[in-house]
């Protein structure tokens, strides 16, 4: 056993995961489809040490607590279990962008979490058994293992991973994010997909996804922003709907995230190609061409309540690096 280091890009959904299947192994109630972001990352060094008594989990520079460090020490169970090994693990991690901010931070955790534990433990997984390990951590992980655009779909923990349908250089698709706060997110949002099925909403939902995704995979063939952006708007605000009308009802926006919500209309009206989606939190994601992308950020920073602005193309796998933080 050594260390062994991974880096990852968090994932950008344009059809959503929301709501499960199988709680446990993070089946998804409906299939979700992503482009990574390339700006974005998460490295993570992992050590398997055999006289360590407990896991040691530092994020971000400081040692992992409560619920974050139980879901690393479960996930670095899983790795032990399938590696046949005991060994206790030192685990540090660090993120170049805000985690909890609806920036989908488990995402990048989860995917650069199993390829650096499943190599420090010397283990090669293929890429579908990788996807499948890093969905058991945190289901919107699956999607940061493959490069570029990827479609998760698959409906039991054999078939249940992402494959990509686009590489990243395939289209120059730009993801310009307001941030509009920087706080932890009350509900995180493993806990939100429980409160899914308590919508009425949830169903209907659950019932136009197939006909967007459709249109999404014929549109990112295509490379057909208006395709693209308005069945992933659509969505985003669906889901924001079974949330919004769940029991007890999760409200992520803000009085600014509104106000990027009407930029964003405001701006299409004058004839930009750019649409938004949002995960579980505040922020605003906004899509568009590179050709787009300077405009669109130069309007975000301009609006009151806009604290920051990211932007980023489509981005790689998760991968192995060389070098390590311990
Ligand atoms: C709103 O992957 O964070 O970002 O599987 O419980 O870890 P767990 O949930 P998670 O859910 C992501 C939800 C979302 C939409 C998406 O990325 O598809």
Known sequence: MSKATAVANPNIAFVKYW????????????PSLSMNLAALTTITTVEFRPGLRVDAVTIDGRPAVGESFDRVVAHLDRVRSLVGITARACVVSRNDFPAGTGLA???????????????AAGLDLDEPALSRLARLGSGSACRSVPAGFTLWEGD???????????GRGHWDLIDVIAIVAYQHKRVGSNNGHSLAPTSP?????????????????RGIQDRNLDAVGSCMEADALAMHGVMMTSVPSLLYWTPE????????????????????????????????ESADALETE??????????????????DGVRPVAYHLF
């Open 19 to 30: 709501g499960k299947s199988d709680e446990t192994l993070n089946l998804p109630a409906n």
């Open 201 to 217: 909403l949830h169903e209907a939902r659950l019932a136009a996804v197939p006909g967007w995704l459709k249109t999404v995979l």
């Open 257 to 288: 995230t509104v106000s990027v919500l009407q930029a964003v209309r405001s701006w299409r009206e004058e004839g930009m190609g750019v649409y938004l989606t949002l995960d579980a939190g505040p922020n605003v994601h906004c899509l568009c």
């Open 298 to 315: 130069k309007r975000l920073r301009n609006l009151a309540g806009v604290q920051d602005v990211l932007v980023s193309g489509a981005g």
């Open 156 to 166: 039991s923990d054999g078939t249940s991973f992402a494959r990509q349908v686009a």
């Open 105 to 119: 931070s488990s995402s990048s955790a989860f995917a650069a979490l199993s390829l650096a534990a499943i190599r």
